[in-house]
């Protein structure tokens, strides 16, 4: 607009030129700087190869304005000659502006590309690093510790995932779930299950844990409610919500589409499919995705079974797929490789049900919320 205006109003040519090579001082710095905003990808992904990014500046030592003898007949583009002010009767001072811009420009671009590198380096900090904030609520009398994440760019609709972890409680795993989803563009947030006090230290403990709300179902609920508040608390739109969880939490996944809890849909990783049969089967509404690993042995043959006919007299729009090769925890890279164990990391599951649970995000959310 600025250009524009010059051009379309009475400026002399002499003046243009002024008035260019003073905005040049500012436009200069911009795009000195912008492939490295082009290769944004490198940049971002490690440090060394943002710093390995600064020879590039050699690229600049050719600014579009070679300044020699030639300075007062012709401006030069890498030797491409792109305008002639030779029959430009320029005053003493237009010229000293004109000259003392352009010089400025060639003796500090150098100091100009290091200073939008750093720029970008700390912006690249500020984008890749997320923050994790530990939320106290309560469920009575029983202190939880949730985490939540908030976007740095939200979807448009302020989607939501809450997330239930597996039953070590909040681990490594869950954490870094929530935190490519906020890079996403998701608002996150993972339960605390157990509550202060209550966290296992070992495997054994977890087990009594777990067994304890899978055989207390309507507790399991509550607590997945107390946390799905806290994600709307956080700024996720109450209508635009999913809920996933990873063994454990992939039970109280399935509980919060049995409850019919005000969700789009739930996702259970390797989760738990037994319900609790002193409950009535009710009509299900929030869509389901089941990943699951089609050598799990801790979910029998007659559970399968049993929980995909529950699918059936719910009336729920269900899917079910199964990974080859997959044992429970298959997506937790610290389940370790002994498939023998029952428990095992298994990469090509694990990056497949991702996908898969991305592509159930967009059908769920219709891409009205990217």
């Given at each position: 607009m600025f ?7 009475n ?13 040049g ?25 943002c ?23 012709q ?15 320029f005053?003493k001072?237009?010229k ?8 400025i ?5 150098k100091?100009?590309v290091l ?12 984008d ?12 009575g ?53 157990y ?6 230290k ?7 844990n ?7 179902i309507?507790?399991y609920?509550?607590?997945?409610q ?27 996944a ?5 409850a ?11 989760g ?19 990943c ?39 997506t937790?890279?610290?389940?370790g490789?002994?498939k ?13 049900s991702?996908k ?8 769920i ?6």
């Amino acid at each position: 607009m600025f250009f524009y205006s010059l051009y379309t109003s009475n400026v002399s040519s002499e003046h243009w030129l002024v008035y260019l090579s003073l905005a040049g001082l500012l436009t200069y710095t911009i795009c000195c700087a912008f492939p490295f905003f082009m290769n944004s990808g490198l940049i971002c992904n490690k440090h060394s190869k943002c710093l390995q990014q600064l020879g590039l500046y050699k690229t600049f030592t050719c600014f579009p304005f070679n300044l020699g003898n030639e300075t007062e007949n012709q401006i030069r583009c890498k030797g491409s000659f792109i305008y002639n002010i030779s029959k430009i009767n320029f005053s003493k001072s237009s010229k000293e502006i004109v000259t003392l811009s352009l010089n400025i420009i060639l003796k500090m671009r150098k100091i100009i590309v290091l200073f939008f590198v750093i720029l970008f380096l700390f912006n690249c900090n500020a984008d890749n690093t997320i923050s994790m904030k530990q939320i106290n609520y309560n469920d009575g009398q029983q202190k939880l510790n949730g985490i939540s994440i908030i976007p740095a760019v939200a979807k448009k609709n302020k989607l939501g995932i809450l997330i239930l972890p597996a039953w070590m409680g909040i681990d490594k795993h869950a954490k870094n779930s929530a935190s490519q989803l906020a890079k996403m563009g998701y608002y996150t947030f993972i339960a605390d299950i157990y509550g202060e006090g209550n966290y296992p230290k070992n495997w054994e403990e977890a087990g009594k844990n777990a067994t304890y709300f899978k055989t207390h179902i309507i507790e399991y609920r509550n607590r997945i409610q107390k946390a799905l508040k806290q994600l709307i608390l956080s700024g996720a739109n109450p209508n635009e919500i999913v809920v996933i969880g990873y063994c454990f939490g992939g039970t109280g996944a399935l509980e919060a589409a049995r409850a019919n809890m005000p969700i789009k849909g739930v996702v259970s990783f390797h989760g738990g499919l037994s319900r609790d049969t002193l409950l009535k089967i009710e009509p299900i509404h929030p869509k389901v995705l089941v990943c699951h690993g089609a050598d799990d042995f801790f979910e029998s043959n007659e559970e399968i079974q049993a929980f995909q006919q529950e699918m059936r007299v719910a009336n729920a729009d269900w899917q079910m797929i199964y990974y080859s090769n997959a044992v429970h925890a298959f997506t937790d890279p610290d389940a370790g490789n002994d498939k023998s164990k029952g428990v095992a990391y298994n990469e090509n599951a694990a990056k497949r049900s991702w996908k898969a649970m991305l592509d159930f995000f967009d059908e769920i959310f219709n891409s009205n919320g990217k």
